[in-house]
């Protein structure tokens, strides 16, 4: 069963970092684009950061500049580097593929909370 885990969130301070993973039961590397995504409490999902197969990559505005998504294919992981971290960035935080037509390819896993308060 095709499947993705999310771990490495946790609480953190104003202005602190997280490394966030989300690890990938099968190989990653024809997909077209792998992302991430939050989900804030009384919110809709929104896009946070995506990564091609290519490795070329695109952000969500509220994040450019803060946050870094990569990939390491051999691993079957992707990444998130957050960075200065801010009160609204608290979520819980999620990745999937996608196909070129926006289908995802995955089912949406439990996702990894990201709290950020003093």
């Known amino acids: 069963q095709v499947q993705l885990v999310e771990s490495g969130g946790g609480l953190v301070q104003p202005g602190g970092s997280l490394r966030l993973s989300c690890v990938a039961s099968g190989s990653i590397v024809s997909i077209y684009a792998m992302g991430w995504y939050r989900q804030a409490p009384g919110k809709q999902r929104e896009y946070v950061a995506e990564?091609?197969?290519?490795?070329?990559?695109n952000y969500a505005g509220s994040v450019k500049g803060r946050f870094t998504i990569s990939r390491d294919n051999a691993k079957n992981t992707v990444y998130l580097q957050m960075n200065s971290l801010k009160p609204e960035d608290t979520a819980v935080y999620y990745c999937?593929?996608?196909?070129?037509?926006?289908?995802?390819?995955?089912?949406w896993g439990q996702g990894t909370q990201v709290t950020v308060s003093s």
């Open positions: 999937n593929g996608r196909d070129y037509s926006g289908t995802y390819y995955y089912p």
């Open positions: 990564i091609t197969s290519g490795s070329s990559t």
